[in-house]
């Protein structure tokens, strides 16, 4: 596609619900990035995939949250037992190359009551 | 200490003046600078990388980096209404130079 897709654009659940966020980068990013960002804060690096698998994964906050690459593509972060505190708009970005500069979806915003 | 520090702000600076913002980084070992440009309720979009130390200008933007100081700054010239957002500073993570950080971000307001 012409730019980086996510769905839903917002997600409402309640606490201890089990949550998919879906990205589809641009076609031939090979590198894939999720982000979590805050109200007032800058985004939070979550993990990083290059191709299928996960090459960075240290951002993520805890066991509930896991993220797949299956085919190299789309990616989806699945967050379980949600929590008040995972409440926030999930960003993902997607490149090319090794030159850093990262394009980003619109974001997923989540809201847990 | 952040990884990557900046002033939350806001900025407020009138249209036509110079726009100042700057950004700090703990370690020495990153290579890689960018700014980015965040409007309200909207995803960031990247507005200037920068590798070497020095200046680069692009347009009405320009950045300047210091590794020696470990800080890097954008300035925006003759800056415009349009330009009021928020400005994120990232940094590559000092030993995986794919994990980009970045900083709160600087909320810039330019007043007509």
């Known amino acids: 596609g012409a730019g980086v897709s996510q769905t839903p654009s917002n997600k409402v659940t309640e606490k201890g619900k089990y949550v998919e966020l879906r990205c589809d980068p641009i076609?031939?990013?090979?590198?894939l990035y999720w982000y979590r960002q805050s109200l007032g804060q800058g985004p939070e690096f979550l993990i990083y995939?290059?191709?299928?698998?996960?090459?960075?994964d240290s951002g993520l906050p805890n066991d509930r949250f896991f993220a797949v690459r299956p085919e190299g593509s789309v990616s989806t972060l699945k967050i379980q037992r949600t929590e008040r505190g995972d409440s926030a708009v999930y960003l993902c970005?997607?490149?090319?190359?090794?030159?850093?500069?990262?394009?980003f979806g619109e974001g997923s915003r989540l809201t847990v009551l | 200490q952040k990884e990557v520090e900046q002033n939350s702000g806001p900025l407020s600076v009138p249209e036509g003046a110079i726009a100042s913002l700057n950004c700090t980084y703990s370690?020495?070992?990153?290579?890689?600078f960018f700014w980015y440009r965040q409007y309200s309720g909207k995803s960031p979009e990247l507005i200037m990388s920068?590798?070497?130390?020095g200046d680069k200008e692009d347009g009405r933007f320009t950045a300047q980096l210091n590794k020696a100081s470990q800080y890097v700054s954008l300035l925006i010239r003759d800056s415009q209404p349009s330009d009021s957002a928020t400005y994120l500073c990232?940094?590559?993570?000092?030993?995986?130079?794919?994990?980009?950080?970045f900083g709160t971000g600087t909320r810039l307001q330019v007043f007509p």
């Open positions: 970005a997607s490149r090319t190359g090794n030159t850093g500069e990262l394009f």
């Open positions: 076609s031939g990013h090979t590198a």
């Open positions: 995939f290059q191709g299928t698998g996960a090459a960075d």
């Open positions: 370690d020495r070992v990153s290579q890689s």
């Open positions: 920068i590798y070497s130390n």
């Open positions: 990232a940094v590559n993570g000092a030993y995986n130079t794919d994990k980009l950080i």
